[in-house]
């Protein structure tokens, strides 16, 4: 799991991609220095849906926000106190004076969730007050359909930058793509048919500690929850495991009307 490992301060938002994302053309939505586990930091508000979950003052995991009320994250992100919700966010150690501060009200892990096996593992966080979209705070749109084998998608977060640890700098980004293929192969103990790897097979590209529960875009649509992985980050052959959203696109929407 990425996201509760280590106890760092980073600031910044960090995006790894792999071509195709939303409508913004990557030379828009990048800047050109490499940082994180080979990403390079977005240009500031390119996320305008990516979330920071902070426990008191410490980053606990990244999230999503998929309409005014609420957040899709990692189960494996639950804790027993409010979590701290924040939106609007690029630099997270300094005022950016776009951010838009929550609490949640309510954290519903999907009920199948196996904290040893990490199968299903996605949490919906209910927003105490509802967020003000504008274009710095915008929700992300669930997928329609689940995406293809060799897909580019894109990752981004606030996690470490290097493996096993480091504190780090602004939100990231580097080219990933999703794996259809020999993923149970590689984890056949823990790999079940809601994962999917995303990756780059000579490894150096990879999301890791921190970023836990953030989104993974392929088109435009969120289609990964970052979950787990192997402790060292981007190693050779060794993927990120990510929740495949689109397996739980029904469960979202009853969560969310009956909540």
């Given at each position: 799991?990425?996201?509760?490992?280590l106890?760092?301060?980073?600031?910044?938002?960090?995006?790894?991609?792999?071509?195709?994302?939303?409508?913004?053309?990557?030379?828009?939505i990048?800047?050109?220095?490499?940082?994180?586990?080979?990403?390079?930091?977005?240009?500031?508000?390119?996320?305008?849906?990516?979330?920071?979950?902070?426990?008191?003052?410490?980053?606990?995991?990244?999230?999503?926000?998929?309409?005014?009320?609420?957040?899709?994250?990692?189960?494996?992100?639950?804790?027993?106190?409010?979590?701290?919700?924040?939106?609007?966010?690029?630099?997270?150690?300094?005022?950016?004076?776009?951010?838009?501060?929550?609490?949640?009200?309510k954290?519903?892990?999907?009920?199948?969730?196996?904290?040893?096996?990490?199968?299903?593992?996605?949490?919906?966080?209910?927003?105490?007050?509802?967020?003000?979209?504008?274009?710095?705070?915008?929700?992300?749109?669930?997928?329609?359909?689940?995406?293809?084998?060799?897909?580019?998608?894109?990752?981004?977060?606030?996690?470490?930058?290097?493996?096993?640890?480091?504190?780090?700098?602004?939100?990231?980004?580097?080219?990933?793509?999703?794996?259809?293929?020999?993923?149970?192969?590689?984890?056949?103990?823990?790999?079940?048919?809601?994962?999917?790897?995303?990756?780059?097979l000579?490894?150096?590209?990879?999301?890791?500690?921190?970023?836990?529960?953030g989104?993974?875009?392929?088109?435009?649509?969120?289609?990964?929850?970052?979950?787990?992985?192997?402790?060292?980050?981007?190693?050779?052959?060794?993927?990120?495991?990510?929740?495949?959203?689109?397996?739980?696109?029904?469960?979202?929407?009853?969560?969310?009307?009956?909540?």
């Amino acid at each position: 799991m990425r996201g509760t490992w280590l106890q760092f301060f980073p600031n910044q938002l960090f995006c790894r991609v792999g071509g195709a994302l939303q409508a913004a053309p990557f030379s828009q939505i990048f800047l050109s220095n490499n940082r994180i586990i080979g990403g390079a930091p977005c240009t500031p508000h390119s996320m305008p849906w990516q979330a920071a979950l902070f426990v008191g003052s410490q980053l606990n995991c990244g999230g999503t926000l998929i309409s005014r009320n609420w957040v899709v994250t990692a189960a494996h992100c639950h804790v027993q106190c409010p979590i701290s919700v924040r939106l609007g966010e690029h630099n997270i150690q300094h005022l950016d004076w776009t951010e838009q501060l929550r609490l949640s009200e309510k954290m519903i892990r999907h009920p199948g969730y196996n904290s040893a096996s990490k199968d299903n593992d996605i949490m919906l966080i209910k927003l105490l007050t509802p967020a003000n979209l504008n274009k710095n705070v915008q929700p992300l749109e669930l997928p329609t359909s689940c995406p293809s084998p060799k897909e580019e998608c894109v990752v981004s977060g606030w996690g470490t930058t290097k493996s096993p640890q480091c504190t780090v700098t602004p939100m990231l980004g580097g080219g990933l793509s999703f794996k259809g293929e020999g993923a149970s192969s590689i984890y056949p103990r823990y790999y079940t048919e809601n994962m999917l790897c995303a990756g780059v097979l000579e490894g150096g590209v990879d999301s890791c500690q921190g970023d836990s529960g953030g989104p993974l875009l392929c088109n435009g649509k969120l289609q990964g929850i970052v979950s787990w992985g192997t402790q060292t980050c981007a190693l050779p052959n060794k993927p990120g495991v990510y929740v495949t959203v689109c397996k739980y696109v029904d469960w979202i929407r009853e969560t969310m009307n009956n909540n």
